[in-house]
Nanobody
């Protein structure tokens, strides 16, 4: 079992940057593929970015490519999402999630594939 705790959300103006973090505890962090999801009010939860356990491969939804960067520090058990050039449409609650994967080589894109979730951190981008 793994516990996930997000932090770093807040209110920012459009065009600015923000980095959010997800601290993990439990099994060796490198044995989990990780993902960042977001959910805006009244909308479904969607994948923003995903990364393999080793950090060697990653995936981004089209609308954040070139602006967001997912990364992880397996020594510190922390997942990051660097968000640049934020837009009002990025406003949502952001969740990190984990998927056990001992190979460390895959990322996962479906919400249903993830086993554990954090409580979320809110990001509000004002225009």
């Amino acid at each position: 079992q793994v516990q996930l705790v997000e932090s770093g959300g807040g209110l920012v103006q459009a065009g600015y940057s923000l980095i959010i973090s997800c601290a993990a505890s439990g099994r060796p962090f490198s044995r989990y593929a990780m993902g960042w999801f977001r959910q805006a009010p009244g909308k479904e939860r969607v994948l923003v970015a995903a990364i393999s356990g080793s950090g060697g491969v990653s995936f981004y939804r089209e609308s954040v490519k070139g602006r967001f960067t997912i990364s992880r520090d397996n020594a510190k058990n922390v997942l990051y999402l660097q968000m640049n050039n934020l837009k009002p449409e990025d406003t949502a609650t952001y969740y990190c999630a984990s998927k056990q994967d001992d190979s460390g080589t895959y990322f996962y894109t479906a919400t249903s594939q993830y086993d554990y979730w954090g409580q979320g951190t809110q990001v509000i981008v004002s225009s």
